[in-house]
């Protein structure tokens, strides 16, 4: 019986009615071959020019790429784990053997 199942809401499809794509690629394609011939100015924004922005414009991650530091790795947590619990068994039973 559905009485503890949740059912999915119905996902959003919207298609445009009055568009032609092939107007808007003629449109797009114009308008690249007017800014390689210097007739507009260059565009500000590109998607190829998001990736990195994000490090870029934090300080924290900016600071930490130019050092060239990497975080901490799985291993070195473990063995800080390890080291960790050895001290805390010493402290607990006052021995150094398990």
Do not use: C, N, W
């Not at 003629?26 to 210097?38: D, F, P």
């Amino acid at each position: 019986m559905g009485m503890f199942t949740m059912r999915k809401p119905r996902s959003y499809h919207h298609e445009y009615i009055y568009v032609d794509e092939r107007k808007e690629k003629l449109q797009k394609i114009e308008e690249t071959a007017k800014r390689e011939l210097g007739m507009l100015p260059p565009k500000d924004f590109s998607p190829e020019d998001i990736r990195g922005k994000f490090v870029e414009s934090t300080t924290y991650l900016k600071r930490r790429k130019e050092s060239g530091r990497k975080p901490l790795t799985y291993a070195t947590l473990f063995v800080a784990i390890a080291v960790l619990a050895y001290i805390l068994h010493y402290l607990v039973t006052g021995e150094f053997t398990f």
